[in-house]
């Protein structure tokens, strides 16, 4: 399986592919599993054929989210399409079951040949609308020990959409997530999906620790150069079509977007 690697030449470019509502969701209307897999797989392919570096399929559309998801329909779900988008793209596959079931997500990487996960809250508590969420770093390294297998932890810090329940400066919780948590990359966004963080936010955590540091929400081709230092791009919301669909061209765009940035 293609394991996700940091570009040294420009930035990692990671595309979201939001997938339909899954069994088990309250929002769930009865959609085929297959046509769901064809929806993830389809997709996918169009951000391999771009020229991303990885994708991350992610249960966007299950909202309200429970903090861990319980029903064993969407873990299987995810677990069927991982593995036929795993199958059917040349490049590495993350998972994000939100609203932050890391330990889950790792499971289903390890049977299904994903790489990478994406932890909302994997080393600090938070409060959201999902309700108060503890972190799950320990139970994400003790699934990876049960399983015998290493999965790529990229952990959000001070998430969107949620508050942190602590006082600590943005810099240490960087360094308890990567010294104490083990993490292998953090995240930075902005308050809401869709909206870019401040650009200082990015550089306070990039000069806090010695790991990559992705942007994880609002970028897009007209405001990226903002963040020229970051170390990886996660796109999802600039991406899709009026039907959800990924946009070809917009992730030819991205793509470009991401070159233009190539270091000399």
Known sequence: MPILRFRDDRP????????????????????????????????????????????????????????????????????VITREVVKSVNIPVGINLLRNSGPEAVAIAAVTGASFIRSNAYCEAIVSAEGLIEPVAREVLEAM??????????????????????????????????????AD???????RTGEPPDPLLLRRVIKAVNTKVLVGSGINPNNINDYREAHGFIVGTYLKDEEGQIDLTKARNM??????????
């Open 12 to 79: 990692t470019l990671i595309g979201v592919v939001h997938l339909p509502p899954l069994p088990g969701s309250i929002r769930y209307g009865g959609l085929d599993i297959s046509t769901i897999v064809d929806f993830a797989v389809r997709n996918a392919r169009v951000l391999d054929e771009a020229g991303f570096d990885a994708v991350i399929l992610e249960n966007f559309n299950d909202y309200p989210f429970r903090a861990r998801v319980r029903e064993p329909e969407t873990i299987a779900s995810m677990a």
């Open 255 to 264: 793509v470009n977007a991401v070159k233009a940035l190539t270091k000399p």
């Open 185 to 191: 990359a953090l995240i930075v966004t902005g308050s």
């Open 145 to 182: 020990t049960r399983l015998n297998t290493k999965v790529t932890v990229l952990a959000d810090i001070f998430v969107k959409h949620a508050s942190p329940l602590h006082r600590m400066t943005v810099e240490d919780v960087a360094r308890d997530c990567v010294e104490r948590a083990l």
